[in-house]
């Protein structure tokens, strides 16, 4: 998992969906992962191994597979938006 830049949001991946949840005035990270989580669309992985935030606030998501493509997310704007 990842933390952006401005600590609003968390990319969570598992070993078969990536997520994304965002930390509302007043949460804490507990209350946020135990709401509702935005599945992010990606496609099947092998291996996903790591997901993180971009300085562009895109997620990438890397499998440990050999010749393994980077996947690249790039979020509604207006989602990450502080």
Do not use: V
Not at 1 to 24: F, K, N, P, V
């Amino acid at each position: 998992m990842d933390i952006s830049r401005d600590g609003q949001w968390l990319a969570l991946l598992t070993y078969g969906e990536a997520y994304l949840i965002s930390l509302a005035p007043h949460d804490d990270w507990l209350a946020a992962m135990n709401g509702t989580l935005q599945r992010l669309n990606m496609p099947i992985l092998a291996q996903p191994e790591t997901i993180a935030f971009g300085p562009d606030n895109a997620i990438y998501i890397a499998s440990e597979r050999e010749r393994a493509p980077l996947l690249r997310i790039a979020p509604n704007p207006a989602m990450l938006s502080p």
